[in-house]
């Protein structure tokens, strides 16, 4: 099924309150709840972001699936993709998130696609 389809049929269909889109490392099943994600903040010197130790609420996913695309190409890890649902997260003060990104607290997968390297078409 491609990506605009399975977005359609979940947003009927699910009774999540929220959709989302989430670049995975490795492999996904439908059904698996995502762990959260850790938190992210602008590091002292002001210019690059840091992962701290600390989890978020949620998950972190793009809300819109043109935002997904982007950040998967320049992304060297992530060659999963997958529909997530679940409830809205909250985001914390100091977390800093991408232009695009929400927080999905119990995300669960609802569909997946693959792809080898970042030159290919997912699948």
């Not at 997530?84 to 999905?104: K, S, W, Y």
Request: no cysteine; aromatic share 8%; hydrophobic share 40%.
């Amino acid at each position: 099924m491609d990506m605009i389809t399975a977005y359609a049929q979940a947003k009927e269909n699910d009774t999540a309150e929220m959709l989302g889109w989430r670049l995975i490392d490795g492999e996904a099943k439908i059904g698996e709840t995502l762990a959260p994600s850790k938190i992210w903040t602008l590091a002292a010197n002001g210019g690059e972001y840091e992962q701290t130790n600390e989890n978020a609420d949620g998950t972190s996913v793009f809300s819109d699936l043109k935002d997904m695309l982007e950040y998967a190409k320049y992304s060297a890890k992530g060659f999963t993709l997958a529909l997530v649902g679940g409830d809205r997260g909250r985001i914390d003060d100091n977390q800093e998130l991408l232009a695009g990104e929400r927080i999905v607290r119990d995300a669960v997968v609802l569909a997946t696609w693959t792809r080898n390297s970042s030159n290919e078409e997912w699948r």
